[in-house]
C-alpha cells in the first residue's frame, strides 16, 4: 500500500527553527514534494527532493533519506505568516501524487 | 497571472443538483489533475489528463462524476444529484509532463 506518515499538529515561537518529519511507504519513489497551504487556500510548491540530501531554498530547507523513507522540512528565523499547513506528497512513479494528510504549525509571538 | 484558475471559488447548492466546476490550467502544461480535500485532510486524487485524454479515474469518482477536457486546455468537472458527502474544497493542478504540480485556488463546495 501506499502511505504517508507526519504530524498532526506541532507549535513553534517565532524566530525559531521547526522541523516537519515526513515518512513514507509507496510502490515506488520518482520524488518528494513539500507544499505549504494556508486556511481556505491551495497548496503552494515549496521544495522538491529527489536525490538524497538537502536542498536548502532560503528560510527552507528539504531533507530527503530514499533509504530510510524519510524526509524533513526545516523552516527557519520562524515568521507568523509560517503558520499554516505543510504537506508532503510523495510521487510513486505515475503521474498522481500521494499526499500526507499534512502538520498544522502554529507560530506563536 | 499565470497561474491555474478555478471557477467559481465557492458553491452552494441543494442536494440532488448538478453542480460544474471549471479549471484553467498553466498554457503551457499538457497535464491535467483534480484533487478533492477534506477538512484535516490531504488532497486525494479523482482524475488526470495528459492533453485531452483522460488516462485514470480514481475508485473514488462514482458514476456521478465526470470530467473533460475537450481541446486539451481548460476541464470541467461535474458532479450530478450532488450528495452532502460531496462537500469539500476541489483542487485542479498543472504540470508539464511530470514536472512539478501547481494548483489552482480551489472550488469550495458546499452541500446544504
Known amino acids: 500500500g501506499q502511505n504517508i506518515d507526519q504530524p498532526t499538529e506541532m507549535t513553534a515561537t517565532e524566530g525559531a527553527i521547526v522541523q516537519i518529519n515526513c515518512t513514507y511507504q509507496?510502490?515506488?519513489?520518482?520524488?518528494l514534494f513539500w507544499y505549504q497551504q494556508h486556511a481556505g487556500e491551495a497548496p503552494t510548491f515549496l521544495s522538491y527532493?529527489?536525490?538524497?540530501g538537502l536542498e536548502e531554498k532560503g528560510r527552507f530547507s528539504s531533507f530527503l533519506s530514499r533509504s530510510k523513507g524519510y524526509s524533513y522540512l526545516l523552516l527557519k528565523e520562524l515568521q507568523m505568516k509560517d503558520s499554516a499547513s505543510y504537506l508532503c506528497a510523495v510521487n510513486p512513479g505515475t503521474y498522481k501524487y500521494i499526499f500526507g494528510t499534512g502538520t498544522r504549525l502554529k507560530v506563536l509571538a | 497571472d499565470t497561474g491555474v484558475s478555478q471557477d467559481p471559488r465557492h458553491k452552494i447548492t441543494k442536494r440532488g443538483q448538478n453542480v460544474t466546476f471549471r479549471c484553467d490550467p498553466i498554457?503551457?502544461?499538457?497535464?491535467l489533475y483534480w484533487y478533492r480535500q477534506t477538512l484535516g485532510q490531504g488532497p486525494e486524487f479523482l482524475t488526470y489528463?495528459?492533453?485531452?485524454?483522460?488516462?485514470?479515474k480514481s475508485r473514488l469518482l462514482s458514476d456521478r462524476f465526470s470530467a473533460e477536457r475537450p481541446k486539451g486546455s481548460f476541464s470541467t468537472l461535474e458532479i450530478q444529484r450532488t450528495e452532502q458527502g460531496d462537500s469539500a474544497m476541489y483542487l485542479c493542478?498543472?504540470?508539464?509532463?511530470?514536472?512539478?504540480?501547481?494548483f489552482g485556488p480551489g472550488t469550495r463546495l458546499t452541500v446544504l
Open positions: 493542478a498543472s504540470s508539464l509532463n511530470t514536472d512539478t504540480q501547481y
Open positions: 509507496t510502490s515506488g519513489f520518482n520524488g
Open positions: 498554457s503551457e502544461h499538457n497535464r
Open positions: 527532493n529527489v536525490l538524497d
Open positions: 489528463f495528459q492533453n485531452e485524454a483522460q488516462l485514470e
